[in-house]
């Protein structure tokens, strides 16, 4: 069984960058379909970043240019590089996979994703 858990979420100032990492363990060094998701305060969860079976990134238009979302080799940690952050990146910031063996990733979809971790705060200040 997969499990995620994120970490790198602190409180930071506007223009700040920070760094969210996402272990997967018992993944046996597969790669998934991955992302990273965001649920803002009195907002519903959206997508932020996801990474296709062949390492191609997709952003959301509203972190497009600022954040980053990487994977390292083995892949067993998801990166998410934000910079230039803005107080509307508040925000609990979730790991997702879909670990279908027939995905193909790159969706920003909540319900294309089946295993998700606790989540990592995120507080962006003016």
């Known amino acids: 069984q997969v499990h995620l858990v994120e970490s790198g979420g602190e409180a930071v100032e506007a223009g700040g960058s920070l760094r969210l990492s996402c272990a997967y363990s018992?993944?046996?060094?597969?790669?998934?379909?991955m992302a990273w998701f965001r649920q803002g305060p009195g907002k519903e969860r959206e997508g932020a970043a996801a990474?296709?079976?062949?390492?191609?990134?997709t952003y959301a238009d509203s972190v497009k240019g600022r954040f980053t979302v990487s994977e390292d080799n083995p892949w067993n940690t998801l990166f998410l590089q934000m910079n230039s952050l803005k107080p509307e990146d508040t925000a609990m910031y979730y790991c997702?996979?879909?670990?279908?063996?027939?995905?193909?990733?790159?969706?920003?979809?909540?319900?294309?994703?089946?295993?998700w971790g606790q989540g990592t705060q995120v507080t962006v200040s003016s």
């Open positions: 990474l296709d079976r062949n390492g191609r990134a």
């Open positions: 997702a996979a879909d670990l279908s063996p027939d995905c193909s990733g790159g969706s920003l979809e909540s319900s294309d994703y089946n295993t």
């Open positions: 018992g993944a046996a060094y597969k790669r998934y379909c």
